[in-house]
């Protein structure tokens, strides 16, 4: 691809509602663009890396057996009222009227669409189990877009649905996907993590279902590991089994609530004018007194390493006063504040971002008013009580085998779920079974953010210079910057690139009319794996190019005639 007939555009500035990495980098290398809230169009390098996504996940799916097909993207809402969930999906879902005042969505999702090819194709138990899946545009009309691919309102879903005789065939593929989603997200080159998860309104809640999150600071989710017992659950699923867990979390009503923006520590501690060596340790809190709902929080101000922490919910929060010794802290904490008033007994508290809080009275604790505890070093504390397991850092709870627990925070790029059969029966899908009677099959449903991975991919793979591409969803592998003047090098400089083309490597050539800098500084933007530069000064001096490893920096110099061999 030769960027003087390209159509590419970068830009220096942050765009305003860019909160994150992967979506100020994303516009500004020029990926995607902005149609509208949570709408976005792909330019043709964020496209390349989109279609990348779909084709490991195509050969993945493939090799464990499923069939890909493409199921219409508005649904009829007689499929929806059969289920049942034309009302109780809610306002995520787009609902529409024909001209003939028919009901229509734009999928959110699809089990009904898909359990309606599936009943009038499949009548056997012969035929089972089978697997289909399509990757498509969803349409959920989310409370908060927002990170730009992130949390769309349109994006592209991978959604895969089987269907079974038993529990067992069930079983099989489930561990199957489970085992090819592994194989998918490692080759897209993500640090990631399956958690158990909670089924949600999605199914019964004995069915099996996980989470695959991609592991950032930035991530909307909160993952619960112990490294000894090989424990892995987001906190929805780790607070309803708290069975297991060595602390009651029933002392309290804690619900979550989401906050709209998430903002650096450095913007935090300069809307707070504290230094920033200093890390903040920070409680957020809503409360719920009557009908008046009150943002309140608490910053404890330690020396620990740095996190990111929500920043609206800071601005939200009026009044911010230094807080009283009595109030709160002690050891490792310098400083506080808390917010407009204290809590009540009958406070109901909704948690938000406390962020490894690493002990402590939460909020306005004291004997009369404190809805809950904290964990307290200072007591010798046998068992305790803690209203959220964000309260809780490393070290201080221990699950039944003795585990120690972390708390990081995720992306969540896919989720597969045991539906049993809800669905069937609720749509009277029946199939025969080897002793000729009728029964409703079993579901698993399969989904994979796709767009979303190449967030995250971005959010988990950058600098302070741009993006750095893992290989796989590199849009292009090769960026080819020429810096030359004379005819004779910019036809080098052409051949050069015409080899690279026949080798087959994907290969951005940089021919525009422009610097040095101005190259070099869009080529570390775009952040293509390799760079090879053609620089005409050094090209007289030692007849070499160069070949640069954007992640590392390394460099080394290279003939013309050994540029495709060094490359491949
Ligand atoms: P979230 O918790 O982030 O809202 P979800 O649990 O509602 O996601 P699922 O119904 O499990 O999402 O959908 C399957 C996958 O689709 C998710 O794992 C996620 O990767 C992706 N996804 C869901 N909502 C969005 C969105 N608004 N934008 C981009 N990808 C999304
Ligand atoms: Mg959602
Ligand atoms: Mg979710
Ligand atoms: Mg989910």
Redesign the pocket.
């Known amino acids: 691809m030769k960027l003087s007939t390209g159509f590419w555009q970068t830009y220096k500035e942050v765009p305003a509602d860019a909160e994150i990495p992967s979506h100020q980098l994303m516009v500004r290398a020029g990926l995607i663009h902005k149609m509208g809230s949570?709408l976005y169009s792909y330019l043709p390098f964020g496209y390349r890396s989109i279609r990348k996504v779909e084709q490991i996940i195509r050969e993945e799916l493939d090799k464990a057996g499923c069939h890909e097909i493409l199921m219409s993207m508005v649904t009829p809402g007689e499929l929806w009222q059969e289920s049942g969930r034309w009302d109780a999906m809610g306002d995520q879902m787009l609902k529409v009227k024909d001209k003939g005042g028919r009901d229509l969505c734009l999928s959110p999702?699809n089990e009904e669409a898909v359990t309606d090819i599936f009943r009038k194709t499949i009548k056997s138990y012969k035929n089972l189990p089978v697997t289909l899946y399509q990757i498509n545009t969803?349409f959920?009309d989310?409370l908060r877009?927002r990170f730009g691919?992130?949390?769309?309102?349109e994006?592209t879903?991978k959604?895969g649905y089987s269907f079974h005789i038993d529990k067992d065939s069930l079983d099989e593929v489930y561990d199957r996907i489970f085992k090819a989603y592994e194989a998918i997200f490692t080759r897209a080159g993500l640090e990631f993590s399956a958690v158990e998860a909670d089924a949600g309104a999605?199914a019964d809640s004995d069915q099996k279902t996980h989470?695959?999150q991609v592991i950032a600071n930035t991530g909307?989710?909160e993952v619960i590991y112990c490294n000894e017992t090989g424990y892995a659950a987001n906190i929805e699923k780790a607070q309803t089994k708290r069975g297991k867990l060595q602390f009651d979390l029933s002392a309290s009503e804690v619900t979550r609530v989401e906050t709209p923006n998430m903002g650096t520590i450095e913007s935090v501690c300069d809307f707070l004018k504290v230094p920033k060596e200093q890390s903040i340790k920070s409680l957020v809190y809503k409360s719920t007194i009557g009908d008046e709902e009150e943002t309140v929080l608490v910053l404890l101000l330690g020396d620990d390493s740095l996190n990111e922490i929500k920043l609206n919910a800071f601005l939200k929060a009026d009044n911010l006063r230094p807080a009283t010794d009595s109030e709160m802290l002690s050891e490792g904490f310098t400083k506080g504040y808390i917010g407009p008033h204290k809590l009540s007994a009958k406070a109901k508290i909704i948690f938000d971002s406390a962020v490894n809080l690493d002990a402590y009275y939460c909020a306005g604790a004291n004997e009369e008013n404190a809805h809950y505890k904290g964990i307290n070093p200072k007591r010798d504390v046998e068992s305790f009580e803690v209203a959220d397991l964000r309260l809780a850092m490393k070290g201080d709870l221990t699950l039944d085998e003795k585990g120690v627990v972390d708390i990081r925070r995720g992306i969540?790029?896919?989720?597969i779920f045991q539906l049993g059969d809800k669905y069937t029966k609720a749509m009277g899908t029946t199939v025969l079974d080897s002793n000729g009677k009728a029964m409703n099959p079993l579901m698993g449903c399969y989904?994979?953010?796709v767009?979303?991975?190449v967030a995250a991919a971005v959010e988990q793979h950058h600098d302070d210079k741009g993006i750095v591409w893992p290989m796989a969803l590199a849009p292009y592998h090769v960026y080819f910057a020429e810096i030359t003047k004379s005819a004779e090098n910019k036809e080098l400089a052409e051949k050069i690139y015409n080899e690279i083309l026949e080798a087959n490597i994907e290969v951005v050539f940089d021919d525009r009319k422009a610097g040095p800098g101005f190259k070099f500084k869009d080529a570390d933007l775009l952040g293509l794996p390799l760079q090879l530069v053609f620089g005409e000064r050094d090209f007289k001096k030692d007849g070499m190019l160069e070949i640069r490893i954007r992640k590392t920096g390394e460099s080394l110099k290279v003939k013309p005639e050994d540029v495709v061999s060094k490359l491949q």
């Open positions: 949570g999702t969803k959920r989310e877009p691919l992130m949390r769309g309102r994006f879903m959604d999605m989470e695959f909307e989710d969540e790029v896919g989720h989904g994979i953010g767009t979303r991975v």
